[in-house]
Structure formats: structure tokens, C-alpha cells
């Protein structure tokens, strides 16, 4: 049977994946409220341009350090434990880390409570490994983009509202982050049903837990080969992407936190098109292997574009433009979790948000650096267009490499 007549024959995603969805949406939620201001809170402590995103790369990256330390090990927790209550911890972990951030008094105390922060981060692993285990093999792709369209709501709501609050207070969007993160925990803790049934579970061993074992053992899956490579690079480039998106458009087009989680908001819509609506039909149509093509060749294009404009009206235009490029994470995803057996789908959900997470790291420094150094040329001048121009590149790299493996 082909990809497509699998597809076509994939089972309804079952009723209680809903749960984890609306507990997922909430998650991320709290996280789009903060990050149009995020940057501001930053600048309050420091004044120049160049410090700013020197700062807040750091800021950034240390939390991508320790999620890379202990995803892994929370997703091999949910393996052990079960995703409930694994999940749960993470999400009280986050809320208060939102609430620590309005207490801080230095850029030091918040680099420490970002850090703590990453340490809970690997709950969308969980979730992701929750969701593997309540679908079939063949409804993988699509059942995963579910989690794809629960993001891409969380930042058609967070971006706008933390934006709207921003201007009002840089506290307030914290605030209300923390606020619904806790509600999350009530609620999951009497909706979210355990996802892995006793029998199904597998003893926990540090060894197997550390990131640089889970990442070994991804980079040996069977069929996967340079999906590894194409995943972190992938990773890279839409982490270059996110990091420096706020503060070049502060710089290049003078964007408010509003201007900002609007352009968000966009991205959540085009997001929540693809992967929400229209992701099983289109993966039914052109295949999983088409669709992680397709969708790296149309975001090198966008990232390219994203450097060269020159009016901020063209940003919104390229996010639409962009749509397709939503279906290459779940379509990849999909490859993975395919070649895994239960027992070890938290651990191998939570290798591949490890590898996000060293990704992140490494596109935040180098991303807010370029950003730093090009922050004292005129805004009409191409070069404030970097970042988004390594990306592209590093998208391309990307997309030669799964052109080569895919089509063999």
C-alpha cells in the first residue's frame, strides 16, 4: 500500500486526544504572550541596541541548554512514569517560571530563572509521545500536525493579547502567562487521561536518558539516516528565524509589541491552515516524503524574501505566502515516530526536542549576534536582512540533504 492509500485508509484520531490538545494550545499560549515583549523586558535592563540582543541571545540560549540536558531524561521519565503525570509537572514548572519572571531585579537574576525554566521545558515531548501512542502508524504525520495546529493557536491568541498588554505594562502578558499556565495544570489533572497503559512502560536508565545517547540512537533508527541532519538544520534555521524575528523588525521597520504579535498571529493562522485543516489531505495527495520537500523549498524562498524586504507590510504578505512550509515538521516528525516501538516513543520525542533544543542554542548566539552587529547600519541597507539570509541558507542545506535521502 502507498503512503497516500494509507493515508486515505488512517483511522479518526481518537476522541481523548483532545485533551492533551486543548492542554498543548494553553502551553503555548502562555508562551506567545510573552515573547512580543520579551525583548523589552531585556532592554529595561540594558540600554544599547547591541546589548540588548547580545542579552537576550543568552537569555534565550540558556534556556535551549537545559532543555537540551533534560528532555531527554523527561521523556524517558514519561516512558517510565506515564505522560499524565510527567506532563503535568512540566506545565507548573512553566507557569512558574512566568511568575518568577516578574520578580526579577537584574539581567543575571533572569538568565538564572530562564535556566530553571528549560529544565521543565520538555513537556511538549510529552505531549508529542502522547500523541504517538493514541494514533496508528499510518495516521502518525497527521495526528502530530495536530500538535502543529494547537501552536500555531496558541500564537494566533498569545502574540496579540501579550502585545496589547505590553503596551499597557511589560509585566502584565507575565502575568496572565503564569495565570493560565496553572490553569492548565486544574485541568489537566481532572480531563487529561494516562495515554500509556502500564504494561506498555520501560524502566528508566540514566545512561539511555542523557541527550547525547538519545541523539545516537535517533541517528541509528532504521530508514531514518540524514533525516537526523535535516531535522537539526531545519531547526536551525527556524530557530534563526524566531530569536531575531522581534528584534529586526524593532530595528529594520521599527515594529511595536503590537506590529509584532500581530505578524505572530499570522504565522499562527497560517500554521493552524495547514497543519489543523488542511495536513491529512494534503499528505494524502502528495506524500510524506512531497510534503517535507515541498515545505523546506517554500520556507528557503521565505526566509530569502524576509531579508530582502524593505517595508514591513511585506513581512505579512510572505508569512501567508509561506503556508506550505507548516507540513515539513510533522511529515518528519512522522518518520521517526514511525520507527520506534511504543515503549520508546517519550524517549524519542524527547531526542528530537533535545536536538531542537541544541539548535536553538546555537541559532540564538549566532542569530542575536548577527543582529548586534549590523544594528548600527541604515535601516534601508540589505545587510540588517543577515539573519534571515543564514537561515535560508542553512534551509537550503536542509532541503539537498532530504532532496538526496528522500528519492533514493
Same mark, same amino acid.
Given at each position: 500500500?502507498?503512503?497516500?492509500?494509507?493515508?486515505?485508509?488512517?483511522?479518526?484520531?481518537?476522541?481523548?486526544?483532545?485533551?492533551?490538545?486543548?492542554? %498543548?494550545?494553553?502551553?503555548?499560549?502562555?508562551?506567545?504572550?510573552?515573547?512580543?515583549?520579551?525583548?523589552?523586558?531585556?532592554?529595561?535592563?540594558?540600554?544599547?541596541?547591541?546589548?540588548?540582543?547580545?542579552?537576550?541571545?543568552?537569555?534565550?540560549?540558556?534556556?535551549?541548554?537545559?532543555?537540551?540536558?533534560?528532555?531527554?531524561?523527561?521523556?524517558?521519565?514519561?516512558?517510565?512514569?506515564?505522560?499524565?503525570?510527567?506532563?503535568?509537572?512540566?506545565?507548573?514548572?512553566?507557569?512558574?517560571?512566568?511568575?518568577?519572571?516578574?520578580? %526579577?531585579?537584574?539581567?543575571?537574576?533572569?538568565?538564572?530563572?530562564?535556566?530553571?525554566?528549560?529544565?521543565?521545558?520538555?513537556?511538549?515531548?510529552?505531549?508529542?509521545? +502522547?500523541?504517538?501512542? %493514541?494514533?496508528?502508524?499510518?495516521?502518525?504525520?497527521?495526528?502530530?500536525?495536530?500538535?502543529?495546529?494547537?501552536?500555531?493557536?496558541?500564537?494566533?491568541?498569545?502574540?496579540?493579547?501579550?502585545?496589547?498588554?505590553?503596551?499597557?505594562?511589560?509585566?502584565?502578558?507575565?502575568?496572565?502567562?503564569?495565570? %493560565?499556565?496553572?490553569?492548565?495544570?486544574? +485541568?489537566?489533572?481532572?480531563?487529561?487521561?494516562?495515554?500509556?497503559?502500564?504494561?506498555?512502560?520501560?524502566?528508566?536508565?540514566?545512561?539511555?536518558?542523557?541527550?547525547?545517547?538519545?541523539?545516537?540512537?535517533?541517528?541509528?533508527?532504521?530508514?531514518?539516516?540524514?533525516?537526523?541532519?535535516?531535522?537539526?538544520?531545519?531547526?536551525?534555521?527556524?530557530?534563526?528565524?524566531?530569536?531575531?524575528?522581534?528584534?529586526?523588525?524593532?530595528?529594520?521597520?521599527?515594529?511595536?509589541?503590537? *506590529?509584532?504579535?500581530?505578524?505572530?498571529?499570522?504565522?499562527?493562522?497560517?500554521?493552524?491552515?495547514? *497543519?489543523?485543516?488542511?495536513?491529512?489531505?494534503?499528505?494524502?495527495?502528495?506524500?510524506?516524503?512531497?510534503?517535507?520537500?515541498?515545505?523546506?523549498?517554500?520556507?528557503?524562498?521565505?526566509?530569502?524574501?524576509?531579508?530582502?524586504?524593505?517595508?514591513?507590510?511585506?513581512?505579512?504578505?510572505?508569512?501567508?505566502?509561506?503556508?506550505?512550509?507548516?507540513?515539513?515538521?510533522?511529515?518528519?516528525?512522522?518518520?521517526?515516530?514511525?520507527?520506534?516501538?511504543?515503549?520508546?516513543?517519550?524517549?524519542?520525542?524527547?531526542?528530537?526536542?533535545?536536538?531542537?533544543?541544541?539548535?536553538?542554542?546555537?541559532?540564538?548566539?549566532?542569530?542575536?549576534?548577527?543582529?548586534?552587529?549590523?544594528?548600527?547600519?541604515?535601516?534601508?541597507?540589505?545587510?540588517?536582512?543577515?539573519?534571515?539570509?543564514?537561515?535560508?541558507?542553512?534551509?537550503?542545506?536542509?532541503?539537498?540533504?532530504?532532496?538526496?535521502?528522500?528519492?533514493?
Amino acid at each position: 500500500m502507498t503512503s497516500s492509500e494509507q493515508a486515505g485508509a488512517a483511522k479518526p484520531l481518537p476522541t481523548n486526544v483532545r485533551f492533551v490538545l486543548i492542554t %498543548v494550545f494553553l502551553d503555548i499560549l502562555g508562551i506567545g504572550l510573552i515573547i512580543p515583549v520579551l525583548p523589552r523586558l531585556v532592554a529595561s535592563y540594558t540600554l544599547q541596541a547591541d546589548s540588548q540582543a547580545y542579552w537576550y541571545g543568552a537569555i534565550v540560549a540558556i534556556y535551549g541548554v537545559m532543555q537540551f540536558i533534560f528532555a531527554p531524561m523527561i521523556g524517558a521519565l514519561s516512558d517510565r512514569y506515564g505522560r499524565r503525570p510527567v506532563l503535568l509537572i512540566c506545565v507548573f514548572g512553566l507557569g512558574l517560571n512566568f511568575l518568577l519572571l516578574t520578580q %526579577v531585579t537584574s539581567i543575571y537574576w533572569m538568565l538564572v530563572v530562564r535556566a530553571i525554566g528549560g529544565i521543565t521545558a520538555g513537556n511538549l515531548s510529552v505531549a508529542n509521545a +502522547y500523541i504517538a501512542d %493514541v494514533s496508528s502508524p499510518e495516521n502518525r504525520a497527521k495526528a502530530l500536525g495536530k500538535i502543529g495546529a494547537m501552536f500555531g493557536l496558541g500564537f494566533i491568541c498569545g502574540p496579540v493579547i501579550g502585545g496589547m498588554l505590553g503596551e499597557a505594562h511589560i509585566h502584565y502578558p507575565f502575568y496572565l502567562a503564569a495565570a %493560565v499556565a496553572l490553569a492548565n495544570v486544574v +485541568y489537566g489533572y481532572f480531563s487529561l487521561p494516562e495515554s500509556l497503559p502500564a504494561d506498555h512502560r520501560k524502566a528508566f536508565r540514566i545512561s539511555a536518558a542523557n541527550p547525547f545517547a538519545g541523539l545516537r540512537g535517533l541517528a541509528h533508527l532504521r530508514g531514518v539516516g540524514a533525516l537526523v541532519w535535516v531535522y537539526a538544520l531545519t531547526m536551525f534555521a527556524q530557530f534563526t528565524l524566531q530569536t531575531t524575528w522581534v528584534l529586526s523588525t524593532e530595528l529594520r521597520f521599527g515594529w511595536t509589541p503590537m *506590529q509584532n504579535g500581530f505578524s505572530l498571529f499570522m504565522v499562527g493562522v497560517s500554521s493552524v491552515l495547514m *497543519q489543523g485543516v488542511f495536513l491529512g489531505s494534503y499528505i494524502k495527495r502528495v506524500g510524506d516524503a512531497n510534503a517535507v520537500l515541498i515545505g523546506l523549498a517554500s520556507s528557503t524562498v521565505a526566509l530569502t524574501c524576509y531579508g530582502l524586504a524593505n517595508q514591513g507590510w511585506m513581512m505579512y504578505v510572505l508569512i501567508l505566502c509561506n503556508v506550505l512550509a507548516f507540513a515539513a515538521g510533522p511529515a518528519l516528525q512522522g518518520f521517526f515516530s514511525r520507527a520506534v516501538d511504543a515503549r520508546s516513543q517519550g524517549l524519542a520525542m524527547g531526542s528530537l526536542t533535545a536536538l531542537a533544543s541544541i539548535m536553538s542554542v546555537f541559532a540564538t548566539l549566532i542569530g542575536t549576534s548577527i543582529v548586534g552587529q549590523v544594528s548600527h547600519f541604515p535601516k534601508d541597507s540589505i545587510l540588517l536582512g543577515a539573519p534571515f539570509f543564514l537561515a535560508a541558507t542553512i534551509q537550503l542545506m536542509a532541503l539537498t540533504l532530504a532532496l538526496r535521502h528522500l528519492k533514493k
